[in-house]
């Protein structure tokens, strides 16, 4: 076709477009990537008025199997597959968020023990490990006034995959646990039902320990448990974090007005021994009572108050504990979704508080919020043994101890710091739930009272239950035994060659 025929050809199209005729058009098929053709759902039914739905029958597929499942990655979770890994078994660990750290790394509490004032005795193991290894890294720094340390929340995700990876623990990420799996004798425990971007998996495993906090598979496998009534129930917090802070003035500042634990009594009835009142705490609380009568943040901001934790070089203010919700309950879905909107709304009337009020944080903003709200308070088992007040106040002593941890008490209304070297044994059973075999608890949910849930709901104390039931549940696998009927002896000399104190 010679240029002045394509020339014709092209004024042709354009005319017939002007005119609104349409053209025959040769479309093109993408080639890019598989085509996946699904068959549809199965049709489950629907009881509209009754507000129910019955699913359908499926067929699951299985994930990956291994001797001992952990479910929940924090404090306690991690502590728990490292030591079943290092006892000998193969070991899952299963996080329904994309990072493990627990209320470290997805709360933004950066302080697995802020408690060690001078004379504190700890039980070593695997929760002073990773304080060790994260500082050793670089992701640490001093806690303001007492030789605790402070980690960094977002690099201890990096020292948490360090820990995992060079260990040989098999992680999961982004995967959630929504049911349990038994034997065909009901009791115990095979495997649990996962939802993930996967869909709907299986993973089995001989052993399973439910770190999740809230003791989600010891629910879902029909364990008993109690919870704190909500009104009474420890408030939830949105830890945020601050950039831009001229740190020299703000330290200036604390030490113009320094704060003791005798102020933590200022606005609410709190029992101590004595000795902590006169310790420092880096505490901030009636600067928020000078902001209400400014007008700066609403009158009803009345649950502004607590800790800041870590300043770095680069003018940040990290842990700012300060904004807490009541009335909440974790396992509630609406109540949590409310919670975490209110906290947010509420750290930032904090952070407006700060700028106006306290010197150093004028040109202060808002640089994070934590991925989730800190919870203290839910579900907690009823155990072969439960804890109480009377235990963890007074040195109490197990047979089938399986670490120590300091006499530290913190919530409701109580504040004991172990200043005089005390410390109580924690029993393994209180991390043996009643009607289910081959499942331990471990974290902030063990078996207890009020007052000992505000000892062994820390941290620190989460590490402790953690490592000792990844060692009973390796060592069960190992002896053939279940967690109800695992030798203690051999538990326990696992857990002294793993470097805990017992005694």
Known sequence: MSDEDKYAARAQ???????????????????????????PPALGELA???????????????????????????????????????????????????????VITTVGMETLAWYRYEGTVEGEGIGIEMERIAAKMGGAIKWPYNDSQCLDADFFKVVADRLITEAGVRPILHCLAVDVIFEDDGKRLRGIVTESKSGRQVV?????????????IAHLAGASYRKTPKDKMLGMTTVFNAAGVDTARFVAYTESQPATYADWSRTWAQETTGKEDALRSPYLDKEFDT?????????????????????????EATNLNLAHMYGFDATDVMDL?????????????????????????????????GMTLGVRDSRKIIGRYNLCSEDVRNQAKFDDSVGIFPEFIDGYNILILPTTGR?????YGCMVPLEVDNLLVAGRCVAGDMVSHAAMRNMMACTVTGQGAGV???????????????D????QAELERQGVRLH
């Open 13 to 39: 199209r354009m005319l017939t477009r002007w005119s609104g005729q349409r053209m025959p058009v040769q479309r093109r098929q993408t080639v890019e990537g598989e085509v996946l053709r699904q068959n």
């Open 48 to 102: 509209a008025d009754a507000q129910t739905y019955q699913e359908p029958g499926k067929t699951l597929p299985v994930l990956t199997q291994c001797d001992v499942l952990v479910v929940g990655a924090g404090p306690a979770g991690i502590s728990a597959a490292l030591a079943a890994r290092r006892a000998g078994a193969d070991t899952v660990l299963l996080e329904r968020f994309g990072c493990f750290g627990g």
């Open 204 to 216: 089995l495993a001989k052993r399973i320990v439910d770190c999740t906090g809230d003791a989600d």
């Open 291 to 315: 902001a209400r009568e400014l007008g700066v943040i609403p009158q009803n901001s009345t649950n502004l108050g607590g800790s800041w934790s870590a300043l770095t070089p680069a003018g």
């Open 337 to 369: 979704t409310a919670a975490e909107m209110q906290g947010r709304q509420e750290a930032l009337h904090a952070l407006m508080a700060l700028k106006k009020v306290v010197p150093g944080f004028e040109d202060a903003k808002l640089r994070n919020f």
């Open 423 to 427: 410390y109580f044994e924690v029993p």
């Open 472 to 486: 009973a549940a390796a060592v069960s696998v190992q002896t053939g035994q279940s967690t109800a009927e695992v």
């Open 488 to 491: 203690m002896a051999a538990v």
